[in-house]
């Protein structure tokens, strides 16, 4: 099984300042077709799972453009260019190029 | 719009058996792979089932017990649980994708205790 290694895992973070979220992958994701399929998933409280990013670096259908995704292999990085109040909940990088598809642990973002 | 309504969820005895529902909407439901995620209380996300055109995959945690479904006429898709256990005990979220996991229904609550 892949698995799937987020830092930090709690990140607190200063209104309108950025930040940013690591994800590491014991394998390459780059599927047989040639995507590689890492996502990144935000969950408010008490919300289901929202996706925000896809194929590493797509943004889904009305994420705000401050919210960017980047790597290639097995590394990835999501950014936040500046946190706002409702960015609160935990972040999870996922991946759906293999069976069983992971998660990272998820990393929780906070206001300081 | 997509829409994806889960049901089904309850207090079950160890051991024992329920399904889950999932009604779809807002897309064309034939042309796409329906997934299966759960979340127990506090924790992360766990990848459960996908039914694709490749046929149903499952985590190890539940291969045997557990049996994805799909009525394409009804915009449907089930998962049957057997042999419940208390780890199974989560919300289990109803899913749109396979390799673009785009959509999530609320989720419905499992909870195995005795």
């Known amino acids: 099984d892949i698995v799937m290694t987020q830092t930090p895992l709690s990140s607190p973070v200063t209104l309108g300042q950025p930040a940013s979220i690591s994800c590491r992958s014991s394998?390459?994701?780059?599927?047989?077709?040639?995507?590689?399929?890492l996502s990144w998933l935000q969950q408010r409280p008490g919300q289901p799972p929202r996706l925000l990013i896809y194929e590493i670096s797509n943004r889904f259908s009305g994420v705000p453009d401050r919210f960017s995704g980047s790597g290639a292999g097995t590394d990835f990085t999501l950014k936040i260019s500046r946190v706002e109040a409702e960015d609160v909940g935990v972040y999870y990088c996922?991946?759906?190029?293999?069976?069983?598809?992971?998660f990272g642990q998820g990393t929780k973002l906070e206001i300081k | 719009e997509v829409q994806l309504l889960e049901s089904g969820g309850a207090l079950v005895q160890p051991g024992g058996s329920l399904r889950l529902s999932c009604a779809a909407s807002?897309?064309?439901?034939?042309?796409?792979?329906m997934t299966w995620v759960r979340q127990a209380p506090g924790k992360g996300l766990e990848w459960v089932s996908t039914i694709s055109w490749s046929g149903p995959h499952y985590a190890d945690s539940v291969r045997g017990r557990f049996t994805i479904s799909r009525d394409n006429s009804q915009n449907m898709v089930y998962l049957q649980m057997n042999s419940l256990r208390a780890e199974d005990t989560a919300i289990y979220y109803c899913?749109?994708?396979?390799?673009?996991?785009?959509?999530w229904g609320q989720g419905a609550m499992v909870t195995v205790s005795s």
């Open positions: 996922m991946q759906t190029t293999q069976f069983p598809h992971t």
């Open positions: 899913a749109k994708g396979l390799y673009l996991i785009s959509d």
């Open positions: 394998q390459s994701l780059v599927h047989s077709d040639g995507n590689t399929y």
């Open positions: 807002g897309f064309t439901f034939s042309s796409f792979a």
